[in-house]
């Protein structure tokens, strides 16, 4: 068994309602059980609703833009080379706080699927 | 509880037999019990040995540089947004193949901790 190369030019963007994702690597693509490797543009003034996976872990890089990461402890600015840490269980958000520029980030899941907070 | 923002800068790199690396979010700083982040510089013309991590995944991202992953099925190059995964129990290294330049990337694990292959 070998690794897996992929560029990001290579995958397709979907729509999503904050702006457009991409899937890198995995359960569908190259059968991971531990990890979700996607790219995430966050279209120019959106955001996320603030929301939680009980027992999903998510990091956020971000590759360009400038955003916050929201939670209920408070607000704090992210920008190129910028991780977060979200915790399991974590209300979160985040949101691209320039007008005419989406955010780009790599998303990075773990476990790859979880069931959305209520 | 909030979420952790942590800018590269921040945090300072430790000698390892392959270039230097620092540790970016894992259970030593965040608690995570499935993510670990790395960033790792790989010295010119210095290539990990062959090795596999039974229980874990890995997915590499390469920042900046010219390489190569290596499994059992062969040499894959690898440069800057290249994204690579292996996966568990897969014998794998990594080789930075230019004479006068770190190749640098960003390590992703999970689960954050595993026994090195015999």
Known sequence: MGSTV????EKT??????????NIFGPEN?????LKIN????AAGTAHNLHR????E????ILDGEGITRTDAGDQ???????VFVPAGTN?????????KPMKAIIIKSPPTTRKGE
């Open 13 to 22: 963007f979907q729509p999503v309602e904050w702006g457009k994702t991409k």
């Open 77 to 83: 600015k992210i920008g190129p080379k910028s991780f």
């Open 53 to 56: 996976h009980p027992d999903q």
């Open 30 to 34: 190259v059968g991971s059980k531990h």
């Open 39 to 42: 790219i995430t543009e966050y």
């Open 58 to 61: 998510e990091v956020i890089y």
């Open 92 to 100: 979160h958000a985040t949101l691209n706080v320039l007008k005419d």
């Open 6 to 9: 992929v560029k990001e030019n």
